[in-house]
C-alpha cells in the first residue's frame, strides 16, 4: 500500500514536466508532421483544409536549392563536429600542460564569445566581412567574402567555430582536471615522449569527452539557423541555406503566399536526418561495448 503511494505521488510530481514536454514538442511536432500533408499559408483559420498528399516532399524534392541546402547542413556539421572539436582538443591539452602564467586568462578569453548572442556575432562578423568592411579596410582590398558562392559556408564554418571552440575547450578541460595523472608519471618514467603520451594515454583516455563534444556540436549543427540568417540570409543566390535557413525561407519569406506545408516538409526532413544519425550512433556505441 506504502509503495503504491510512493508511486502515485511520484507521478503526480512528473506531471508538469509531462504537461511542458507533451504541449511544446511532442504536440508541436505531430502537428509540424501532419501539417507537412497539407497546403497551409498561414493565413486560414483551418490548419487542415487542403490535403496535397506527399506533393510538398516531391517539391522539395525537385527543388536544387533543397539539395545545396542539404549538402551545406551537412558540411556545417563536419565543421562543428571534426573541426570544432579537433582544435578545442589540441588547445585543451596545449593549455592544460602548458602550466604558462596567463593560462587562466587565455581560457577566459577564448570561452568568452559563448556567452554573446548568435545574432550579436554574427553582425559583428558581417561588418567584418564585408566588401567595405575592416577586414578590407586592413588589407587594403575590396573583395566581398560573403558573396563567394565557394567562400561563404566556410566563413559560417570558421564563425561558427570562432564562437563555439570555448564550449568544448571548458568541456576538455574537465576531462583532463579529472584525468588519471599517475598514467601520465608511469609513462615519464618508461621515457616516453610528449607525442606517445598524447596520442596513447591522454586522447584515449579523453574519448568519452570527445564522444560528448561531438554529439553536442553535431546536435547544434543540425539546429544551425541564426548564425547563417544574419551573416547572409542564405545568399548568394541561396548557396549558402542550411536546412533550417530553407525551412524559414518556405514558411515565411517564399515571395507570395507563404508555404507552411513545404516548410514542415523540410523540418521532417531535419528530423529524420537527426533520428537516423542517433539511431546509428547508439547501435555502434552497443556494439563497441560488446566487443569490449
Not at 490535403?51 to 541546402?69: L, M, Q, R, S, T
Not at 545574432?119 to 567584418?128: A, F, M
Amino acid at each position: 500500500m506504502i509503495y503504491k503511494t510512493f508511486q502515485i505521488k511520484t507521478l503526480f510530481y512528473l506531471l508538469p514536466a509531462v504537461f511542458i514536454f507533451l504541449t511544446f514538442n511532442v504536440i508541436p511536432g505531430l502537428t509540424s508532421l501532419v501539417l507537412s500533408f497539407f497546403d497551409f499559408t498561414g493565413f486560414e483559420t483551418n490548419l487542415f483544409r487542403k490535403f496535397v498528399g506527399i506533393d510538398n516532399f516531391i517539391k522539395i524534392y525537385e527543388d536544387k536549392y533543397f539539395w545545396i541546402a542539404l549538402k551545406n547542413t551537412f558540411l556545417f556539421v563536419f565543421g562543428a563536429v571534426f573541426i570544432q572539436t579537433g582544435i578545442a582538443l589540441i588547445l585543451s591539452i596545449f593549455i592544460f600542460f602548458g602550466n604558462f602564467k596567463f593560462s587562466i586568462l587565455v581560457r577566459s578569453i577564448i570561452f568568452f564569445p559563448c556567452v554573446l548572442a548568435p545574432v550579436s556575432v554574427g553582425l559583428v562578423w558581417k561588418k567584418i566581412l564585408e566588401q567595405d568592411g575592416v577586414l578590407n579596410s586592413i588589407l587594403g582590398l575590396d573583395y566581398s567574402y560573403l558573396s563567394s558562392v565557394s567562400l561563404v559556408m566556410w566563413l559560417i564554418i570558421m564563425v561558427n567555430t570562432w564562437q563555439w571552440i570555448g564550449y568544448n575547450l571548458v568541456i576538455y578541460y574537465a576531462g583532463l582536471q579529472s584525468m588519471n595523472i599517475e598514467l601520465l608519471e608511469a609513462s615519464d618514467i618508461d621515457g616516453a615522449n610528449w607525442s606517445q603520451k598524447i596520442f596513447s594515454i591522454i586522447i584515449p583516455l579523453l574519448w568519452p569527452t570527445t564522444i560528448l563534444n561531438m554529439i553536442l556540436n553535431l546536435i547544434g549543427g543540425f539546429r544551425a539557423f541564426d548564425i547563417v540568417y544574419v551573416l547572409t540570409r542564405g545568399g548568394p543566390a541561396h548557396y549558402s541555406e542550411v536546412l533550417a535557413s530553407y525551412l524559414y525561407y518556405y514558411s515565411f519569406s517564399a515571395g507570395g503566399p507563404n508555404k507552411m506545408g513545404v516548410g514542415a516538409a523540410v523540418a521532417f526532413v531535419i528530423f529524420a536526418c537527426i533520428l537516423t544519425i542517433a539511431v546509428a550512433r547508439i547501435i555502434v556505441s552497443k556494439r563497441i561495448r560488446r566487443e569490449n
